[in-house]
């Protein structure tokens, strides 16, 4: 969702799309094995800026229990809450992805802050 949603019905809309992309991905060569979701509220380091350097939080994800073939996790943006008196810079993606599960990384940079943002993310084999 690149602009900011005009109406009720445009976030619907969104979800919609959403959904029919879940959908594709699921009925494409892999399968949706575990999915989560994560809320960071009011943290620190997403709150302060520190000039032009990047802010990184890391949330450890393990899986309930070991997958193997995990290729891919696939973050998306529930909700975001950020300061209206800079501009909302961020990034979520995965790192160290093994049967065991992930890191989760949320990013904000330069004079945005962060002060709450909720993912969802799916793990595909």
């Known amino acids: 969702m690149s602009d900011k949603p005009k109406s009720v019905l ?7 799309e959403l959904e029919q992309r879940l959908e594709k991905i699921e009925h494409s060569s ?4 575990a999915s989560g979701q994560e809320k960071l509220k009011k943290d620190g380091l997403l709150m302060s800026p520190d000039g032009d350097k990047d802010r990184v939080v ?7 229990n070991e997958i193997e073939g995990v290729r891919k996790i696939i ?3 529930l909700a975001i809450d950020a300061d209206s008196h800079a501009n ?3 990034d979520v993606y995965s790192e ?3 049967p065991a599960g992930f890191d989760l990384k949320i990013s904000t940079w330069y004079d ?11 793990a595909i084999t």
């Open 10 to 16: 445009d976030v619907i809309g969104w979800c919609q």
């Open 30 to 33: 892999g399968r949706i094995v």
């Open 58 to 64: 890391t949330i450890p994800i393990k899986f309930e």
């Open 75 to 77: 973050p998306s943006i």
């Open 88 to 90: 909302t810079r961020f």
């Open 96 to 98: 160290n992805l093994t």
């Open 112 to 122: 945005s802050k962060v002060h709450v943002i909720v993912i969802s993310w799916i």
